[in-house]
């Protein structure tokens, strides 16, 4: 196994490692240092699935499976980059394009049938949504701006959109009916398994078997009421038209694999009820499934003019709706992959409430949020904003974040126990001596879901937090509310580990939307705190507050620590991954920053130091810091346009400054004498390198695929300069 495990991945991402990754196993190399990758990109995985479909040199092994292992082990020390986390329109794009290529896949069954049908969608479901992280986050979340990004920040501030107080934008929640409000929980004094029931007046349906659950378990049962989600949805549209807002969802269908969808469906027949009311069995026939979204459903009726007609009637009868791109006519509603919340709420913030709606024009909104767990905090942000008015970067201090994850924990780990019910009843939770845990009257249509987070996770989470507030010295908030049945259960768990370790004074225990408040507060005063969350809010918090303070989240530390020992770093988000890869293609020029890798790889080479004696990987890694602050310092991160300096000439800078920095230090003569003339080398060849990376910008680039791109054309694309390719290797 190599000493480090490079993740291959989607998107940009992907396309910067073909960039990055041999400059870094270059460097690796000099101190001894194996850098290896696995494949858990979308199309590695459906690959991996599907074995028996494919020649003998089409098969991949399951690098994620092997992972998987992996990080339970205090070998670990893996970097992930974002991947994606497949909607069911991108998993169908990704399966399309791999038959294409000549891999003899099955087609994702829509409506499966047969037995044989059933068992195709059982599997293409395993990798839909978040597929990868529950699998490898087997410890608890550190994600805060490293000290020389937040710095730059601060010196360099990013441009804040301007809030005024009579902003009519607005967070739009269910006030009874959803997941918050009919939540229960319990925590489990004993090992135990659970069965998931549906009793109806035709008897009793096991929806789930055999679920395993040690001693110490917080497990919730929640539900979503159809007819209740429905009526809110119908409202907010006929508010959103009376407000002269622009209407728009907010969701996470990408993580939240089988409810979240489903509500996004819910959404697309609200909006186009006449349609759907007059012409539902036709487009039924049709194949049309709302929870596909607006641009699938557009697709597959386009050739029958009256009920095209009758669509365009009603979105003119309609409020107008927040764009993804007003230029190409793809709304909010389009894919639900589009539009995910912890991307898209900070970025309307951050911009002073505004959305881009069908007319290429900003415009106050109407942030629909069905569930009301996590939309208070949105709420409250912008209520701040509306009063104070937009946050200073340049003065702002920093909100870090501890988060529980580890072990599937919480609702991003609900996804084999989510549930549509097919007619009403009673769903029951029955513990293995027969007790009954949890249980909901429902209808058809509802969505009902359980989740679950371990003691040991639970412990492992609130101790990193104490260790983190020790080293920062500053506010930290556990953003738990009593109030709410799963927070109340935590709340046991974290006020006797706090006093126990005689802590207690230096926490509080907030409400996510007190906690909210009280964090801006801080941070408009130029203080920190640490935010110690459940593994949503974690989620959402490290985009929020990374937007508003540095512009972005991609340029968070993220760091993983296994609870066996290892480490998993982490590289920022993706979200914006694939516009970048359509600019490459039609411009060939990456705007995709690596900043986040930069920062994963120098934690990465620290542990490594730390855990094997490694002194070398440390110079390296103090070399790294170094670099990523001469990236900072003299403004090398990509430009946005084509023919300014894009992802390819900040891998050459940094290459440049990783190997002075190696070649200056003073503490391993060998390492210096090594990357002196590599240094030299990168310093002269300056301007032939950097004409060689403009050379090739502004016209299309060919990658062979998107989802699965060719490894070849890729590398062409991505290290076009020979004089750099013959200083790396």
Request: glycine content about 8%; overall charge negative.
């Amino acid at each position: 196994m190599p000493d480090i495990i490079y993740t291959k991945v989607d998107e940009a991402p992907e396309l910067a490692s073909a960039s990055f990754l041999p400059i870094i196993q270059k460097f690796a190399a000099a101190a001894g240092v194996t850098v290896g990758t696995k494949d858990i990109s979308l199309a590695g995985r459906i690959l991996a699935t599907f074995p028996e479909h494919l020649k003998e040199d089409q098969r991949q092994s399951d690098d994620l499976a092997e992972l998987g292992r992996l990080v339970k082990t205090a070998d670990a020390n893996v970097i992930k980059l974002p991947n994606i986390s497949a909607s069911v329109p991108q998993l169908v794009a990704a399966i399309k394009e791999l038959q294409s290529q000549g891999f003899a896949l099955p087609d994702y069954p829509e409506a499966p049938k047969s037995d044989a049908e059933k068992e195709v969608r059982a599997k293409y479901d395993t990798i839909k949504g978040s597929a990868v992280n529950p699998v490898l986050r087997e410890g608890n979340s550190d994600r805060r701006a490293a000290k020389a990004v937040k710095s730059f920040a601060q010196s360099n501030p990013h441009r804040m959109g301007d809030w005024v107080a009579d902003s009519k934008t607005h967070v739009s929640a269910m006030s009874g009916g959803d997941f918050f409000s009919n939540e229960r929980s319990a925590t489990l004094d004993k090992d135990t398994t659970a069965k998931i029931v549906l009793v109806t007046d035709a008897g009793e349906t096991v929806l789930k078997d055999g679920v395993s659950y040690p001693a110490g378990t917080v497990v919730d049962a929640t539900f979503m009421s159809a007819a209740a989600l429905q009526s809110f949805l119908e409202d907010e549209i006929e508010k959103t038209k009376a407000d002269g807002t622009l209407f728009s969802l907010h969701m996470k269908a990408t993580m939240m694999k089988v409810s979240d969808p489903i509500i996004f469906g819910h959404a697309v027949k609200a909006f186009l009820a006449p349609v759907f009311e007059k012409h539902g069995d036709a487009m039924n026939d049709l194949g049309v499934n709302p929870n596909s979204g607006l641009g699938d459903l557009l697709a597959r009726v386009k050739d029958n003019a009256e009920i095209t007609a009758d669509i365009d009637a009603c979105m003119s009868a309609r409020p107008p709706m927040y764009m993804v791109n007003s230029d190409k006519g793809i709304t909010n509603l389009h894919v639900s992959s589009d539009v995910i919340i912890d991307a898209s709420m900070p970025a309307l913030i951050r911009a002073g409430g505004k959305g881009w709606g069908p007319d290429g024009k900003e415009a106050d909104t109407n942030c629909v949020i069905p569930d009301n767990s996590y939309a208070p905090v949105y709420d409250e942000s912008i209520k701040f904003f509306k009063e104070n008015g937009k946050l200073s970067p340049a003065t702002a201090g920093t909100v870090q974040n501890v988060g529980l994850m580890a072990q599937k924990a919480e609702e991003y780990g609900s996804h084999p126990t989510t549930f549509e019910i097919p007619e009403a009843g009673t769903v029951k939770m029955i513990l293995e001596d027969g007790s009954v845990l949890h249980e909901h009257k429902v209808e058809a249509g509802d969505i009902w879901r359980s989740a679950s987070a371990r003691k040991a996770p639970i412990e492992d989470w609130v101790n990193l937090a104490i260790d983190r507030q020790k080293a920062e010295a500053c506010s930290a908030i556990f953003w738990l509310d009593a109030g709410r049945a799963h927070d109340a259960e935590l709340i046991a768990y974290v006020k006797p580990i706090l006093e126990a370790k005689g802590v207690a004074d230096k926490f509080k225990i907030m409400a996510p939307r007190e906690a909210t408040r009280a964090s801006l507060e801080i941070i408009t005063e130029g203080k920190n705190t640490i935010a110690i969350t459940g593994n949503v809010l974690r989620d959402y918090l490290t985009d929020l507050f990374p937007i508003l303070e540095l512009a972005t989240s991609a340029k968070m530390l993220s760091i993983v620590k296994l609870m066996n020992g290892g480490g998993l770093f982490e590289t920022g988000a993706g979200g914006s991954a694939p516009k970048h890869v359509q600019q490459l293609q039609e411009e060939n020029h990456l705007r995709w920053d690596s900043l986040g890798e930069f920062c994963a790889l120098g934690e990465s080479l620290t542990f490594l130091a730390d855990s094997k004696g490694n002194e070398k990987a440390r110079i390296l890694g103090q070399a790294v810091d170094a670099a990523t602050q001469g990236i900072l310092d003299h403004g090398r991160s990509p430009s946005r346009k084509v023919g300014e300096p894009d992802n390819r000439d900040s891998h050459y800078w940094f290459a440049r400054y990783w190997a002075e920095a190696l070649a200056s230090q003073s503490d391993d003569a060998e390492l210096a004498a090594h990357f002196a003339p590599i240094a030299k080398a990168l310093a002269t060849g300056e301007a032939q390198i950097l004409a060689e990376l403009a050379a090739v910008q502004g016209a299309p680039a060919d990658l062979g695929g998107y989802y699965h791109a060719d490894e070849a054309k890729t590398a062409t694309v991505m290290r076009p300069s020979k004089t750099l390719n013959d200083i790396i290797g």
